[in-house]
């Protein structure tokens, strides 16, 4: 961006409105090189003489608006002609828009500003830059509304009308280089069924929940009216259900304009849906053709598949896989469709490990991460969500939600082998400790904290005497595990990068003696009876008895039915615990169950994404309360990560980062019959395949160049290979397999 561009606003600012900023130019010469930068409180669209400049979607994305902004550069070189108009049109976005669930304006500014520069090199060699200022202009546009909850309005009939010349504005913020993914449209789905509901509602079903817009072609009269709802669910008397968006509208209106057929989708806003309701359409004829639904998502590179011989545990890794794509749009979100979509903190460090397993989410994690440290306080405090949004009480600074600060640079660096990562988050890392370390009376302990817990646990319903959302293991309990956790984290981290770890492996030992005096029993067990005080335990290493209290959450897994009672707190964790302590056959037991709760529990009632409640949708088909219940939350979704080490048994070694060292250990399950597990890693395809036939086992494993493989067979067999294909077979009965 040229350092002479001022940022500019609208000589007039209307209420919700979507200006366009616009400049005519003179080309001067034979181009040889045009280059756009561009930028605004609020999101723009670029156009160059009418034409969509690029492919992205929500810029300048969703920074911690008051300490940087991004913008973006584009190649224009052969969009520019001798008479050319730049457009910049823009809508709310985060910054001044709705945002939060108390549904605020003006989490930064009370009005949109635009900056930009364009920079055109001649053939002749001569140049010219072309700034924002007052030469530019302002007009309204035929979007008449636009919020990232309620949607989108386009009036084709709409005057536009001229606003004047654009004026000087003071943006208190830093400029910076885009550094996280592009956002853009990605599959395209086309309707599976059109049907009306008992209500007499007109639905279209796409068959997949995801996050998008859906796109409609339609002819009519100047005036007609087309108004697009959303959902994700149906109610079980089969009618559209809305409730579970709370203030969030997820509606799309267009007027046309009369003139042939016209295509019609938002551009600054995207819904959470499966079905769409059509509230308004100009004719009864309802052409499934003329409607297709547009995923929307980060441009993230998939790297992970997996399939196997059981189909509800495929659907269970699709709905994982969409469940990601859904919620990683610019930010790690907690969900795509109610009046939320916020960076919440403990959703994206619980799921972090799985979804670098998924897709190559370094650099998408590089700028979110970046902006998690600019929302920490003085003392190093992390909220519950990152960037922040205007609340009347900020979010909570809460064990396991900040510890992203911590857990996410650490998987990251595991991952890819990013030591910049550590580097670059090492202050922010520090400063979480030293907050935990401060916190509470106690200095090895976080005790009187107010956390979320093991959000929406089982074990803490109202039925259980306990809480509905924050689980029955003591916040104290969880609180002191984390900050021990996160310091042992903390101490690699810092190994890593060569440091002197020396004060903080003492704080470590200390946390972890502290935590172990106060909340281990003299039997050896944790104090607290919970699954998740054992998961905790076991797999932070802060058990009194390791074998006493992994037996223990064996039985309580069992006397339960082999059902969980975990939250987000201990289930990304509790297979872990089981299988490494000798468990396999009670983890893959919970893999597999199907009565509620379970992870089955939604694929069998037809999920297409990972729910945010075990029971979103009961037995007897009424739902959770609307109040926090979402159809598209990947948290639980974290168990792929047990799945990939297990059945995949591909593991990275703590000296391993970006799979340079591994374990290739696979634990067949005959329920799976077999399993294919890769990833694409940056030195090549890593896959462990079995297949179990008749008496015997089948593996192979492809080992990329630069990857030391410790191979591990169940019958103890073992070797360590380096690059290429290996195949073994081993007889079944022979081998010690859970099933
Ligand atoms: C979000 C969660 C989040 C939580 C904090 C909810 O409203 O949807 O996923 O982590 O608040 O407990």
């Not at 457009?87 to 669930?101: R, T």
Request: aromatic share 12%; net charge negative.
């Amino acid at each position: 961006m040229n350092n002479k561009a001022s940022w500019i606003k609208s000589p007039v600012n209307e209420e919700g409105f979507c200006p366009v900023f616009y400049r005519r130019f003179r080309i001067n010469g034979v181009v040889k090189k045009a280059l756009l930068y561009a930028s605004a409180v609020g999101m723009y669209t670029p156009f160059i003489n009418g034409e969509r400049v690029g492919n992205e979607l929500f810029t300048p994305y969703w920074t911690q608006y008051d300490r940087r902004i991004q913008y973006q550069e584009y190649d224009v070189t052969a969009m520019l002609r001798a008479d050319s108009e730049l457009c910049l049109v823009c809508a709310e976005g985060w910054a001044v828009g709705v945002i939060g669930y108390e549904r605020l304006k003006n989490s930064f500014s009370d009005h949109i500003s635009v900056i930009y520069s364009l920079e055109i090199t001649y053939e002749n060699g001569e140049t010219e830059v072309i700034i924002s200022d007052e030469n530019t202009n302002v007009r309204t546009c035929r979007i008449t509304f636009s919020q990232i909850y309620d949607g989108e309005t386009v009036d084709m009939t709409a005057p536009v009308r001229e606003l004047g010349a654009a004026v000087c504005d003071n943006v208190n913020t830093k400029l910076v280089p885009q550094q996280g993914e592009k956002v853009t449209e990605h599959e395209i789905l086309r309707p599976v069924k059109y049907f009306v509901t008992p209500k007499g509602e007109r639905v279209i079903d796409f068959g997949q929940n995801m996050s998008g817009y859906a796109a409609v072609s339609v002819s009519g009269k100047r005036g007609g009216r087309v108004t697009i709802s959303h959902a994700e669910v149906l109610d079980k008397d089969g009618n559209f259900y809305t409730e579970n968006l709370r203030g969030a509208k997820q509606r799309n209106t267009y007027i046309l304009s009369g003139e042939g057929r016209e295509t019609f989708k938002p551009m600054f806003t995207w819904q959470g849906f499966r079905y769409i309701r059509l509230d308004e359409f100009p004719s009864d004829e309802i052409c499934l053709d003329d409607f297709k639904a547009i995923a929307v998502n980060s441009d993230i590179k998939r790297t992970g598949r997996f399939v196997c011989g059981n189909e509800k545990i495929n659907k269970l890794y699709h709905n994982i896989i969409w469940g990601q794509k859904s919620n990683y749009i610019d930010v790690p979100t907690d969900c795509p469709q109610r009046d939320e979509r916020l960076g919440w903190t403990g959703d994206a460090q619980v799921f972090v490990r799985t979804a670098a397993i998924n897709f190559d989410i370094e650099k998408f994690f590089e700028k979110w991460l970046a902006d998690l440290a600019l929302t920490q306080g003085e003392n190093g405090e992390v909220y519950g969500i990152a960037p922040l949004v205007k609340l009347s009480t900020p979010t909570k600074v809460s064990a396991a939600w900040g510890d992203a600060a911590v857990i996410c640079p650490w998987e990251i660096y595991l991952a890819y082998g990013n030591k910049k990562i550590l580097e670059d988050q090492f202050d922010s890392m520090k400063g979480w400790i030293e907050y935990m370390h401060s916190a509470g009376s106690e200095e090895f302990l976080w005790l009187g904290g107010d956390h979320y817990g093991d959000w929406l646990a089982m074990d803490g319903s109202e039925q259980a005497g306990g809480d509905d959302y924050i689980g029955a293991t003591p916040q104290d309990y969880i609180a002191s595990a984390f900050f021990a956790y996160s310091t042992k984290l903390f101490v690699k981290a810092g190994r890593v990068l060569g440091r002197d770890m020396t004060k903080y492996e003492t704080l470590y030992k200390n946390a972890a003696a502290a935590f172990k005096s106060r909340f281990i029993g003299g039997d050896g067990l944790p104090i607290p009876k919970t699954q998740t005080a054992c998961v905790l335990a076991l797999h932070f290493d802060l058990c009194g008895d390791r074998q006493k209290t992994a037996d223990y959450l064996a039985e309580a897994v069992r006397k339960n039915g082999t059902r969980l009672t975990t939250g987000f707190v201990g289930t990304p964790y509790l297979l872990h615990a089981l299988s490494d302590n000798g468990y396999t056959d009670i983890a893959y037991d919970l893999l597999f169950q199907e009565r509620f709760p379970s992870w089955l529990f939604s694929v069998n009632h037809g999920a297409t994404t990972m729910w945010e409640h075990w029971d979103g949708i009961r037995e007897d088909g009424t739902f959770w309360s609307s109040d926090m219940n979402s159809y598209n939350h990947y948290a639980y979704g974290a168990v792929f990560d047990w799945i990939f080490a297990n059945t995949g048994g591909i593991k990275i070694m703590e000296d391993g980062a970006g799979y340079t060292h591994i374990k290739a250990a696979p634990v067949p399950d005959s329920r799976m019959g077999f399993a294919d597990t890769s990833i694409e890693t940056r030195r090549g395809l890593l896959a462990s395949r079995w297949r179990i036939d008749g008496d015997t086992v089948h593996f192979e494993f492809e080992i990329p160049e630069g990857t030391t493989a410790e191979i591990k067979l169940p019958n103890g067999f073992s070797e360590t290979a380096g690059k290429g294909k290996y195949i073994y077979t081993i007889p079944l009965d022979n081998s010690d397999l859970p099933h």
